[in-house]
């Protein structure tokens, strides 16, 4: 089973959190100081957000998966498109453990695919993302921005 997963940056989460409660009719699974997420079912997906001081608004678009082998299935499309990943095995994000895979699609819009399989008492570890991914959530905006943890 897949599940699209979208990771909006908030710039209040308690307001957030109040305002998605409402629209989905359901509370999160996951609140912490900096983030909240909810597994949805209607519709299936995987919805995060989180106060990571980046700008508010849609950060990236996923695809999670439930195997490693969905996980290379997915990434196997990615570069037969011929675009270039950005792979990251037994990464700490967004309190989670997971093994991922990032991309920019032809728009510059941030994806990632990602088989959760764990869970982790901190949001994530600074990751340096290579160029051109590196506007990527889990790495710098550019060279002189602070580095950035992701979900």
Not at 95 to 105: G, L, N, P, T, V
Request: charged share 25%; hydrophobic share 40%.
């Amino acid at each position: 089973m897949k599940r699209m997963h979208l990771h909006v940056s908030v710039p209040d989460l308690t307001r957030s959190i109040q305002f998605y409660e409402t629209l989905f009719g359901a509370a999160p699974v996951v609140v912490k100081d900096d983030y909240a997420k909810w597994m949805l079912d209607d519709p299936k997906v995987n919805f995060a957000i989180s106060e990571r001081a980046r700008a508010a608004g849609v950060d990236h678009i996923g695809i999670q998966v439930d195997s490693a082998e969905e996980l290379g299935e997915l990434s196997d499309r990615l570069k037969a498109a011929g675009a270039d990943t950005f792979d990251q095995e037994a990464t700490t994000c967004c309190y989670a453990k997971s093994d991922k895979s990032w991309i920019r699609d032809p728009a510059g819009v941030r994806w990632e695919t990602f088989f959760t399989f764990g869970e982790a008492t901190s949001y994530g570890e600074d990751e340096v993302l290579p160029e051109p991914l590196a506007a990527a959530c889990c790495g710098p905006a550019d060279a002189s921005a602070p580095k950035q943890a992701c979900c």
